[in-house]
């Protein structure tokens, strides 16, 4: 939400409507923005439609606010051996085995 304007209202609900879009890109989306079952949808665009997703982190959300989402299983990470406060994202481990770390707020 910027201001009084919900940034995802316009966000397509069907598979029909993502399949408009060659490419989706989400940086910085909290969950509670995009609902589990947007989220399914998306995720349905991505692994039966043949869409492309990109996701770029951001200082509340992304990509470790998603783990435990509709989404997660689509992110090469999992969660951390500890979560950080509520409102910061999870410390974060790549499949590849590379940790992500977000050092804590001053």
């Not at 589990?36 to 949808?41: D, G, H, I, S, W």
């Not at 991505?46 to 997703?53: I, R, Y």
Request: proline share 10%; aromatic share 4%; with cysteine.
């Amino acid at each position: 939400t910027y201001g009084n304007v919900d940034a995802l209202a316009g966000t397509p609900t069907t598979l029909e409507e993502w399949s408009r879009y060659r490419i989706v890109i989400l940086g910085d989306v909290l969950p509670t923005q995009l609902t589990p079952e947007r989220q399914r949808v998306l995720r349905e665009y991505v692994t039966e439609g043949g869409g492309n997703l990109i996701i770029i982190a951001g200082k509340d959300a992304m990509p470790g606010a998603y783990v435990n989402q509709p989404l997660g299983a689509m992110l090469p990470v999992e969660a951390g051996d500890s979560a950080l406060p509520e409102r910061r994202p999870l410390n974060a481990r790549c499949r590849s085995g590379t940790e992500i770390i977000r050092p804590p707020a001053p």
